[in-house]
């Protein structure tokens, strides 16, 4: 069973930094797509960017491009997403989330359908 713990989420100011993780337990040697989502309430959830653990590739949501970087550490069974240049719209509870899959991540994330399994989330406030 594939377990997904997030930290990393706090307030900062607009243009500041803040590097999320997501410790992964339970897939040890399995391949899978993982992602970073991230909702408000009221709205939609919005896929940030994906990794395929077994090559790395990635992909990104055109509104981070630039700024937000999806990284993996296969020795520690973490995932990071890098967060610069900070806007108020990146205020939200942010996800991480994983499938398992042997074609690698197909493009950027979407809502998640695919993704099954789900951190609790970490909160990231951005203010202006």
């Known amino acids: 069973q594939v377990q997904l713990v997030e930290s990393g989420g706090g307030s900062v100011q607009a243009g500041g930094s803040l590097r999320l993780s997501c410790a992964a337990s339970?897939?040890?040697?399995?391949?899978?797509?993982m992602g970073w989502f991230r909702q408000v309430p009221g709205k939609e959830r919005e896929g940030v960017a994906t990794?395929?653990?077994?090559?790395?590739?990635?992909f990104y949501v055109d509104s981070v491009k630039g700024r937000f970087t999806i990284s993996q550490d296969k020795a520690k069974n973490t995932m990071y997403l890098q967060m610069n240049s900070l806007k108020p719209e990146d205020t939200a509870m942010y996800y991480c989330?994983?499938?398992?899959?042997?074609?690698?991540?197909?493009?950027?994330?979407?809502?998640?359908?695919?993704?099954?399994?789900w951190g609790q989330g970490t909160q990231v406030t951005v203010s202006s």
């Open positions: 990794i395929y653990n077994r090559d790395s590739s990635t």
């Open positions: 989330a994983a499938y398992a899959t042997t074609a690698g991540c197909s493009g950027p994330p979407g809502r998640g359908a695919r993704f099954g399994y």
């Open positions: 339970g897939y040890t040697g399995g391949r899978y797509c």
